[in-house]
């Protein structure tokens, strides 16, 4: 019998798991382990609450937690409650999964002042998590900014301009909800260091922006290149980049009292303010040949009360595993750390692609892992942790109770919505009586 231990319970370490169970059938036991009592990373705390089909990919996590040969450790860090090499010690392989929780620094003055926040604050703000549940985001201005040009800076940015009714249907936390309901924020303006052509945004996100209740998107024609030029683009691209075009194209609706303006060609410089932040400070860029953002010495201000910065993730070190500073993840080669330690998903290739991306990445740790560590063994594997875990006084969190979790958050729904998040660790675990 092989044990293996992966570590985070979002996309990656699930596909993991579906593909070891897969190689080994009943010849491996796979420990999913997560500092949370809920799994699925992202998918929960992430991925925006009004993109519900999105979330549906857990109904398929579900099935590989229901397996005999697959558990669900919630509700335990590793770091904290139990060492890596102690989980080397007790398990054949050790598989992290852990994400890119940590936001990137946008490293410019004014950054610290209170109305600044991260997208991983401000996302984890409205979809529940209890790291950010009260971060209670300034919402009394009328102007408010977001700085990326990917589909994390695109979410934050329709999630403040959306209306109480467009919200029907989701599972934005009530406190969220309320908020975004009595804000005063008029205009959102993104902030992108490139142009149209270089964003990160796809077309489906995009497309949505054109039939919003009451905000319209805002682009300057001026800011793309001849039409000829697109042709060179990939095809997904070019469509995001037609939706720009109409978008350009098209008069703001004036029955719609909400502005999304793209501010191309813009780079944040500083963020200014008595006490907290009032301004955007952006200085107009050209790109180079080599395509990359340059100043142009032209200097302009943006009123902002609520600056988002969505600008990239990095995965936080852990001590003994080797780490690639530059690119903000585990050091690895196609997936492997060291001997018996592997990493997968944003963890091993950073915050890029989509949930699917992640599967491919899954499947070849996992046929990597058969191919040196193959069959027999004799670790402890989940005795082994149960034993350590009780001798700590950690309470863990089974895939049962995730269910009974999940059960309360649907009881307890306001109308039209699938649940009702919990939104501390408490109240999770006060769900399971
Ligand atoms: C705001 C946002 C919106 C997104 N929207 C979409 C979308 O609409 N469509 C799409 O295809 N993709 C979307 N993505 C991307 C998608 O969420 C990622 O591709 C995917 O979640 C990455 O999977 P992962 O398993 O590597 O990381 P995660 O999903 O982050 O999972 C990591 C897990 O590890 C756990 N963990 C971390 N540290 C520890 C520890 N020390 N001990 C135990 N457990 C730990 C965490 O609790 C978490 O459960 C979005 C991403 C973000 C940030």
Redesign the pocket.
Known sequence: MRHFAI???????FYTAEALAKDYGENARIDI????AVPY???RF???PD?QS?KAVAKRYDKVAESDNVRLVGN????SDVGIEELAAIYDAVIL???A?HDRKLGIPGEDLPGVVG?AGF?GWYNGHPDFAHLDPPLDGTHAAVIGNG??AL?CARILSKTRDEFQGSDIVGHALDALDRAATRTVTIFGRRGPHQIAMTPKELGELGHLQAASPIVDPADFPPPEADEGLDPGQRKSITILREFAATAPDPAKPKQMIFDFFAKPLRIEGEGRAERVIVERTRLDDGGRAVGTGETYEVPASLVVSAIGYSTPPMPGVAYDEAHGHFLNDHGQISDQLYCV???RRGPT??????RPDGFEVAEKIAAQIGQGGRKDGRAGLDRLLESRGVELVTFRDWQKIEAAEGARARSGSPREKFTSIADMLAALG
């Open positions: 570590v985070g319970s979002g996309p990656a370490g382990i997560d500092r949370y990373g992202l998918i992430g991925v925006a993109h999105l335990v860090t590793v770091g999964a852990i994400g929780p997208s996302v589909n994390v979410d998903g944003w963890a692609g989509t949930i699917g991306t992640n």
